[in-house]
Structures are given as structure tokens and as C-alpha cells.
């Protein structure tokens, strides 16, 4: 609450957005009518509306478990209603038989509007094995599966009260909205439905809203399994093969899940077969590099925007940003100027070998095991390379110093990094990838330095888990 609400401040979200004639409307949840009151006084001052989460289904003691009981619901908004003037919105359960009676509650309680409906569940979703999609084990479905749902609940609702609705689960065309607005609603919400869009092409498909147009091709969601062909390094970093091929370009990504451990991203190093540079650093990626042939893992992707280099190039590298860096390699190898390869040591660098056999490649190592005793940049030398492009790729601090010193040489919109944030749909509509207000999994990975240059995030601050803004160690 404190860290949202100092971010909402120090962005100027709300004065920005009401210049332009938007309303900020916040979500709030708590697990008591308190908590609700307290969270709804302090966000007050950030926000234009504020809608009540009574919904979520997954959260034991939050959403759901207060929203399915009417009287409950009628008490939460009570208090938020005495704790602020401003307009609230009660967000409720996908319960068709239930939808009107809450709605009726919640407003005769206070509320000035009805946001219909959140997500339908708790359901536990599992692949054909049996294995639970989700970490959490519960979960709420979303999107056109629940659309039919979503619409008797509104027609629930509009036949309960008069204030506006704000009707959604499920919409992705002007058809959708319009079905939405004949049950009652006046305004809409789209969730799922921006699963794939990047943010570029955010205003031509709320524009398709109202206006029609073709459905948009999404990316692939369902995890394809496939087995480690081949397998080797130490179980800190280790190449991975798979036994099939995943079309994609350089810079592109898969979400690899271990059932049971976890699903994180991973660049692809080759799509021809399938391979992947794994670091242990965690959960994941540990049992990862304990993989042997043979072993079974469950892929979603490629995702993301990719590199293509429109003159000859310059590939820096750290650690396991060799990976796109040795895909660039493969698959543009007679564009390539040359290439900085840095990391710990030569254990770190697997992939070593063979791309010192296809291009003009130096190396540091911090212990020297390999190439120059010291740091990637201390070995990089752009003399006569003017105006040259680059693609960068390793951890953010390294990008950033990488970057500045390209940057004395050629122009910021011709130097390319690739950047990991912490990630979980990959699809683009979590938002834990956020940097600067793009979403890395479908604006990038690979971003210009121009780009990243603009914004406040890039070598400064990233996301925990939480979404919390923490400051980024160089
Ligand atoms: C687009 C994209 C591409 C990626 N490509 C690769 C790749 O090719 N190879 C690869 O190994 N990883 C890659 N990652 C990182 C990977 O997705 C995981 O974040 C990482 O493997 C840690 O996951 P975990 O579950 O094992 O550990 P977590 O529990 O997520 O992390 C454990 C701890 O390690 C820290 N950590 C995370 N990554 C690193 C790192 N690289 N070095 C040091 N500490 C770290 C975390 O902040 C945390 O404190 C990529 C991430 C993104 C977003
Ligand atoms: C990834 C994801 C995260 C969501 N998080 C929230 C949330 O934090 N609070 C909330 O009230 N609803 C949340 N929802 C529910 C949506 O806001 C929406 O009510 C529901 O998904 C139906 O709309 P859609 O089909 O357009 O996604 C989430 C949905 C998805 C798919
Ligand atoms: S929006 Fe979910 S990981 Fe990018």
C-alpha cells in the first residue's frame, strides 16, 4: 500500500492521466472491513475511483471468501464508504444466482457502481498428466471461456440496480462489447484479451473495440513437451538440447516449466534444435542443470520481439546473455564485426569453444581462466568502429556500462540490449515484467538504447515478485 502509493506520487500517474481527460481508477483488497478502510484513506489521494476486489478466488481470507457472502460484502463497502468520498466500484463473484443480491447489497451499502465480474474459479488447472499448472494449485479462469457467465451476471446485476456497470470477463471484439452493453453494462473491461498485444499496438486494438476488425493471432499458451537430447556443463550452468526444433530468432524466449518446481524464461540459444544456457541460481533453474538426456521439460513460445542487425554488428556478452548472443552468432555470422564475451570464468562459458570458431571473438574472464584476467568492458575497443550496431545481452548493471561506452561511438537507437525483468506470464498481461511502462516479455526483450535511455527503470530499479520498485544494485 505505502510502496504503491509513493510510486502513483512519484510517477504523477494521476495528474498525467486527468490532463488527459482519463480517470485512474485503483483496486484495492484487504481481509477486513479495517483493512479495506485503511487501504481506500491512503490510496484516495492517488486515484479517481477506487474498485473493491470482493472477487478473487484464490486468496484465502481476500476476495472471494468475503464476496460470496452478501452481508459481508454490504459491511466492507459501509466502510469504505465512510472512509472516503470518492466513487467506489464493488467488484464482484462470477456467481450467476448470487450476482444481483451482491450488487443490491453493495450499493444500498454505499457503492456508486458494479465492475462484473472477476475471474471463475477457485479451479485447479492441470495437463494431461495431472501436474498443476499453477504454482498456487488454485486459480480463476479467464477470457471467452467465461464470457457467457460474465453476461448473465451483468444481466443479473443491471436488473438489481441502476448505477453504471463496468462489464467484463471475456471481451476481445466489438461483437463482445456490444453483447456486454445489451445486458447492461456502460463500461467495459479487457483482461485477457491483451494476452500477446504489445504496447505499441495497444490503441489500434482498444480502437478495433469500437470500431471492429480482424481477430488478432495470439501467441501459443499450451506447453508443448519435449526431452533433453543432450545435456552438458557443470550443475551451476549448463547447456540444454531439446529433442525438437522451436522456430524463432534471436532474441526470443521460452517459458520452460519443471512440474512441480516451477516455469521461468529462458533465452533460446538455437531453435534448431532447441537449446538453452541455464545458470543455477534458483529453484528452477537448479534443477534445470541437473538435467540429464533423457529428462522431460514442458516449453510455452517463443515469445517476444527478436534482433535482426540492419548493418554489421558488434555482440558484447555476459554470463548467460551468451545465449542470444550465440543464436545472433549462428544465425548471422557473416554480419558480424565481432564479438565480447565476458563471465566469471571459463565454466560460465560453455558455448565458448564454438563461437570462437565461427567469428572474430575476445574474452575477459573476473578469474582469468579464459581470455583477459578483468571485466568484458575493459577488453572492448570500438576504435574504427563507428556508427557500427551493437547487441547487448547480461545482466542490467553490465548493459548499462556496456552501453555508455557503445554509445561514444555510434548512436543510441543502433545499440540493442536484450534485458531480463522478472517475469511470469510471458504473454503480456501480468505485468511483472514492467520497465518503464513497457512490458519486456511483448515489447522486447531487445530494446534500443534510445528506448531504454527515456525512461527512469533501465540500470536503476527493478521488480521483486511482489511488483515492488527495489533498487537495482550496480
Ligand atoms: C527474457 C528472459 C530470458 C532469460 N534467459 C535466461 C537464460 O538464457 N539463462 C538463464 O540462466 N536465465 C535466464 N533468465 C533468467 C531466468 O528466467 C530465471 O529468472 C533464473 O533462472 C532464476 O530462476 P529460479 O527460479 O532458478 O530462481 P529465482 O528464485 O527466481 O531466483 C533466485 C535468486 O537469483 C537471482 N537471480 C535471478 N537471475 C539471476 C542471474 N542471472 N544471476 C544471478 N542471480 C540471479 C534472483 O534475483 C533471486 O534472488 C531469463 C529471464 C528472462 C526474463
Ligand atoms: C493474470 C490475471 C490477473 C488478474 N488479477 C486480478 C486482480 O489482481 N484483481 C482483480 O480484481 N481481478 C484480477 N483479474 C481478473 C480480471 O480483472 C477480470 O475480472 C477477469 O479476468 C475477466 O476479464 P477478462 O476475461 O477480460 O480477463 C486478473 C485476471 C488475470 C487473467
Ligand atoms: S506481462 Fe506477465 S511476464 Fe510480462
Redesign the pocket.
Known amino acids: 500500500m505505502e510502496s504503491f502509493a509513493e510510486e502513483m506520487s512519484s510517477l504523477g500517474v494521476l495528474g498525467a492521466a486527468r490532463k488527459k481527460g482519463k480517470v485512474v481508477m485503483a483496486s484495492i483488497f484487504g481481509g477486513t472491513e479495517e483493512e479495506f478502510a485503511e487501504v481506500a484513506s491512503r490510496i484516495a489521494p492517488h486515484a479517481d475511483w477506487i474498485e473493491l476486489n470482493l472477487s478473487c478466488p484464490h486468496a484465502a481470507g481476500y476476495g472471494a471468501t468475503i464476496g460470496t457472502k452478501p452481508d459481508l460484502v454490504e459491511s466492507v463497502v459501509r466502510a469504505v464508504r465512510a472512509a472516503t468520498g470518492m466513487p467506489i466500484f464493488a467488484k464482484i463473484v462470477p456467481s450467476v444466482g448470487l450476482a444481483g443480491l451482491i450488487a443490491k447489497k453493495a450499493v444500498e451499502a454505499g457503492a456508486d457502481g458494479i465492475t462484473a465480474v472477476n475471474t471463475v474459479g477457485p479451479l485447479a488447472f492441470a495437463d494431461a498428466s495431472g501436474n498443476a499448472l499453477l504454482t498456487n494449485a488454485l486459480g480463476g479462469l479467464s477470457g471467452g471461456a467465461i464470457k457467457d457467465i460474465a453476461l448473465k451476471c451483468v444481466a443479473e446485476v443491471r436488473s438489481s440496480v441502476h448505477c453504471p456497470i463496468i462489464g467484463m470477463g471475456g471481451i476481445s471484439s466489438r461483437g463482445d462489447v456490444e453483447s456486454f452493453r445489451r445486458a447492461g453494462a456502460v463500461l467495459f473491461g479487457v483482461g485477457t484479451a491483451l494476452w500477446g498485444v504489445p504496447t505499441v499496438e495497444l490503441r489500434r486494438f482498444f480502437d478495433s473495440l469500437v470500431s471492429g476488425g480482424p481477430p488478432r493471432p495470439s501467441p501459443p499458451i499450451t506447453h508443448r513437451r519435449m526431452r533433453v537430447k543432450e545435456a552438458w556443463g557443470t550443475e551451476k550452468?549448463r547447456v540444454i538440447v531439446l529433442d525438437g526444433n522451436i522456430r524463432s530468432m534471436p532474441g526470443q524466449?521460452v517459458n520452460v516449466w519443471l512440474p512441480g518446481?516451477?516455469e521461468?524464461?529462458?533465452?533460446?540459444?538455437l531453435d534448431s534444435p532447441a537449446m538453452?544456457?541455464?545458470?543455477?541460481?534458483?529453484?528452477?533453474?537448479?534443477?534445470?542443470c541437473s538435467l540429464e538426456g533423457g529428462s522431460e521439460v514442458m516449453v510455452r513460445g517463443p515469445?517476444?520481439n527478436s534482433y535482426s542487425p540492419t548493418s554489421r554488428c558488434i555482440l558484447v556478452a555476459g554470463?548467460?546473455?551468451v545465449?542470444?548472443i550465440f543464436f545472433s552468432l549462428k544465425r548471422f555470422s557473416k554480419g558480424v564485426l565481432c564479438a565480447y564475451i565476458g563471465g566469471r570464468s571459463e565454466t560460465e562459458l560453455p558455448l565458448l569453444h564454438e563461437m570462437c570458431s565461427m567469428a572474430d571473438v575476445r574474452t575477459a574472464t573476473e578469474d582469468g581462466s579464459v581470455g583477459s584476467k578483468c571485466l568484458v568492458t575493459d577488453i572492448m575497443d570500438l576504435r574504427g568502429h563507428g556508427g557500427a550496431e551493437f547487441l547487448n545481452c547480461g545482466?542490467e548493471a553490465m548493459l548499462v556500462r556496456v552501453s555508455d561506452i557503445e554509445s561514444r561511438v555510434t548512436d543510441p537507437c543502433k545499440i540493442f540490449c536484450?534485458?531480463?525483468?522478472?517475469?511470469k506470464c510471458g504473454i503480456g498481461i501480468c505485468g511483472s515484467?514492467s520497465l518503464d511502462g513497457y512490458r519486456?516479455?511483448v515489447d522486447?526483450?531487445v530494446f534500443s538504447y534510445r528506448q531504454l535511455l527515456s525512461g527512469r527503470d533501465f540500470g536503476r530499479l527493478k521488480r521483486?515478485?511482489s511488483g515492488k520498485a527495489v533498487s537495482l544494485q550496480r
Not at 521461468?264 to 540459444?269: G, I, M, N, V, Y
Not at 536484450?418 to 517475469?423: M, P
Open positions: 550452468g524466449f518446481v516451477g521461468k524464461p529462458f533465452s533460446l540459444a538453452l544456457l541455464v545458470k543455477a541460481v534458483g529453484p528452477v533453474s537448479s534443477a534445470l515469445y517476444g554470463g548467460t546473455g545465449a542470444p545482466p536484450i534485458v531480463e525483468r522478472h517475469s515484467c519486456t516479455c522486447g526483450p521483486g515478485a
